[in-house]
């Protein structure tokens, strides 16, 4: 008898119905085609032990099973459930009448009871689109398919309850989430908050332009001077997510693993800070069965690049595509991937090798030519996509210790989303939202200066030995500090701040 069951698979952060053909017939054998991979294959022995411990039988037939299309790798062990409900229909021991309306999918364990899978958000995406009417999962995934509204999700625990569902022995409800009703709940408590940080408000102010405008920032300090913990604080004063931006950013994690057992939305941006050690493949994504890596997984959010320089220059160059395109695209044979990776990028250093600022008069203990050599391991095209570098001074004693607490992420993030609507509107007619994607076409039209400002600008440019390619630099970083006031124009004083950002420019560096 032929039964079919429907699972799926994803390929970056989409999903692909699998069918799954179940036949039964005289002889004996065991057939598992369509490009399983070996944990599939494996599948057999686990199902024969479930399928034992709930006192059902494993046909001793002539079993073949296709997974469809053929020419798809399947991997992993989602389809131990998929197979054994086949497997089990194929031979009269459950009612088959429910698999056409819906997706069933789980680990086994070898006493039957089910386990979480992977890529739960674009499965269930994938299944709405598809017409089923729901899906049927192990209990610890539940939550995150049930982000889609008009799909029934049934959360179960083990096989014998996905009997009961198919054979209608037993009623089951499937699990509602408001997704509305929690984004409206949510309120801004982050894990990590500017309160916290004892002085070093220009600091903060540069942080704030930095997540006004969406530009990337690097901070240069001596060790212990808090860019760690500043940099760590940056997603709670970024506007909140969308409720688009967080499935984007919750079907990214759900591929990578990362969301089983836990709360079905991602809400808080995310932050990632992989160590100097990471690998291309870690850092950009991709590997023998493509994962995303650490800019994806930053999507939406911040990815802190803690110690720059330790970075080797060609982990640093595979970035320098993802960071303008917005994603990343992994090629194979057969397949291309897209995964996205829309991220602001935080780069912390110390100042010179020895981790001193070169002009402490008490402590210059790296010669000039280390420090060139230091710097010049970061410099180029990675430097010319940051656009604010600020130096961090350690905060001293009376600061340190003083009681009160600093303004809240909550109020700075009030600012910042005022910034951000105003760069909105402006940018409704381009396919851009904040400051600095502006190119030059924008920077021509939205940041003008007038002749006082432009000869401001000059001047400065001239007197501190400032690149050609700080100015456009400057002129995007004054457009977001113009918003921050709300000014129409660009002034003086919005230029005369945006130049002191350029630390890395100045000639005393390089
Ligand atoms: N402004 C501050 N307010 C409160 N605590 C601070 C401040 N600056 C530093 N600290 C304290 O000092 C610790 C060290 O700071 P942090 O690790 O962020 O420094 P860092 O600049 O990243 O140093 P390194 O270069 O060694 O990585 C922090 O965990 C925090 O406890
Ligand atoms: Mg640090």
């Known amino acids: 008898m032929l039964e079919k069951v429907y699972a799926a698979a994803f390929l970056g952060v989409d999903a692909t119905l699998i069918t799954i053909e179940v036949n039964i017939d005289k002889g004996i054998g065991y057939h598992l085609v369509g490009l399983p991979d070996n944990a599939v294959k494996e599948s057999n022995f686990r199902i024969h032990a479930a399928l034992k411990n709930n006192q059902l039988h494993f046909p001793g037939k002539k079993i073949t099973i296709n997974m469809a299309p053929a020419d798809m790798r399947k991997e992993g062990t989602a389809y131990d459930l998929s197979l054994a409900v086949g497997i089990l229909a194929a031979s009269n021991q459950v009612n088959s ?74 009623k089951f409800t499937p699990l509602i989430f408001d997704t509305q009703k929690y984004l409206n709940e949510i309120d801004d408590k982050f894990s990590f908050d500017f309160m916290d940080v004892k002085g070093q408000e220009s600091v903060k102010r540069a942080l ?88 994806s997984l930053a999507h939406n959010g911040v990815l802190f690049l803690d110690e720059l320089p330790e970075f080797k220059r060609s982990v640093l160059e595979v970035m320098r595509q993802p960071l303008e395109d917005r994603e990343v695209t992994i090629s194979r044979a ?40 230091y710097l010049n391991k970061i410099s180029g095209p990675l430097l010319d996509r940051i656009d604010l570098h600020i130096e961090v001074n350690p905060v001293p004693f009376d600061k340190l210790s003083n009681e009160i607490p600093a303004e809240t992420s909550k109020s700075i993030k009030l600012r910042v989303q005022k910034a951000r609507d105003l760069q909105t509107k402006r940018f409704d007619e381009y396919n851009i939202h904040y400051n600095a994607q502006m190119d030059v076409k924008h920077i021509k039209k939205y ?22 390619r700080a100015y456009d630099r400057i002129l995007k970083v004054s457009r977001t500090i113009a918003d921050l006031e709300a000014s129409q124009n660009i002034e003086s004083h919005h230029i005369a701040e945006a130049i002191q950002y350029r630390s890395l420019d100045r000639e005393h560096w390089v």
């Open 97 to 170: 009448q429910k698999l056409k309306e819906y997706i069933i999918m789980g680990e086994l364990s070898l006493d039957g009871s089910l386990q979480p899978l992977k890529g739960v958000l674009p499965i269930a995406i994938e299944a709405k689109k598809q017409g089923f009417k729901g899906i049927i999962l192990p209990t610890k995934n539940a939550k995150e398919a049930a982000l889609i509204d008009d799909f029934e999700v049934y959360g179960l625990e083990n096989l014998s309850d996905v009997i009961d569902f198919l054979d209608d022995n037993k």
């Open 208 to 295: 704030e332009i930095a997540a006004s405008g969406g530009h990337n920032i690097l901070l240069i300090g001596p060790p212990g001077s808090g860019k760690t913990m500043l940099a760590k604080r940056l997603p709670s004063i970024l506007p909140s997510m969308s409720l688009n931006e967080a499935i984007e950013t919750t079907k990214i994690h759900s591929v990578a693993g990362n969301t089983k057992n836990k709360e079905g939305l991602i809400l808080e941006r995310p932050f990632r800070s992989p160590h100097h050690t990471v690998s291309d493949v870690a850092l950009v994504g991709g590997g023998q069965y493509p994962q995303p890596g650490e800019i």
């Open 334 to 373: 057969k397949f291309t991937i897209t995964y996205p990776s829309s991220f602001m990028l935080i780069a912390s250093m110390n100042p010179s090798p020895s981790g001193d600022f070169m002009n402490d008069q008490n402590k210059i203990q790296s010669s000039s030519l280390e420090v060139k050599k």
């Open 447 to 468: 940041c003008k200066l007038n002749q006082d400002t432009k000869a401001l600008l000059k001047k400065a440019m001239e007197s501190l030995n400032l690149s050609a």
